[in-house]
């Protein structure tokens, strides 16, 4: 059974400070994806990755694919409260099915 | 809006009734995907359709659980009897046909089901 596992669960920072959360499984995926949830609506995509060691930056957000592309990361500078909410990966199978972890909620406090 | 659309957004209902979800997908997507998501947890995969054929269902889909793609466009995921742990929220995501090119998937808001 393929299973992602997502550290911090929780994570409570100040604005202003950064932050990483980091996604891994002992299995290996094609490609792994970041989306964030907020309450009452679905996920929304935030990146794809797919080669291993790729790196990838949206503004203030940098998420890495471990060279075995069996991990990830994703790191957040200089956090705003706009940035609460529940960052999931999810990992792609080469039959295309995916499989996503549990999830990392942050909350960013003004 | 040319995003996935779910209907209804909210349902309550009594335990033992059946309950109808609809997923309108985007439209050039032939791919549809039911999950499901619990307080805290990421979403469990449930079923999967290419065009009108269902490709794959969880152990988790019951056989109180069915889901229907009749024309290859919008799908209908159905539970018969429902039970308290039936509570959560259904999410349907769409995707281009994507062996192997990785298409990323594109969810809709989500029908949250709550059993009294």
């Known amino acids: 059974t393929q299973l992602l596992e997502q550290s911090p669960q929780f994570l409570s920072i100040q604005e202003g400070e950064n932050l990483t959360v980091y996604c891994n499984s002992s299995s290996v995926f094609s490609s792994l994806q970041w989306y964030r949830q907020e309450p009452g609506e679905g996920p929304v995509l935030l990146v794809t990755v797919v080669t291993g060691g790729e790196v990838k930056k949206l503004k203030r957000l940098t998420f890495q694919f471990g060279d075995a592309r069996k991990d990830s990361s994703l790191h957040i500078t200089a956090a705003q409260p706009g940035d609460t909410g529940l960052y999931l990966c999810?990992?792609?199978?080469?039959?295309?099915?995916?499989?996503f972890g549990p999830g990392t909620s942050l909350s960013v406090i003004p | 809006d040319t995003g996935v659309s779910q209907n209804p957004r909210h349902k309550i209902t009594k335990r033992g009734q059946n309950v109808t979800f609809r997923c309108d997908p985007i439209?050039?997507?032939?791919?549809l995907y039911w999950y499901r998501q619990t307080l805290g947890q990421g979403p469990e995969f449930l079923t999967y359709?290419?065009?009108?054929?269902?490709?794959?269902k969880s152990r988790l889909l019951s056989d109180r659980f069915s889901a229907e793609r009749p024309k290859g466009s919008f799908s209908t995921l159905e539970i018969q009897r429902t039970e308290q742990g039936d509570s959560a929220m259904y999410l349907c995501?769409?995707?281009?046909?994507?062996?192997?090119?990785?298409?990323?998937?594109?969810f809709g808001d989500g029908t949250r089901l709550s059993i009294l």
């Open positions: 359709f290419q065009n009108e054929a269902q490709l794959e």
């Open positions: 995501a769409s995707s281009l046909d994507g062996l192997g090119s990785n298409q990323p998937q594109h």
């Open positions: 439209s050039e997507h032939n791919r």
């Open positions: 999810a990992g792609q199978t080469s039959y295309d099915k995916v499989i």
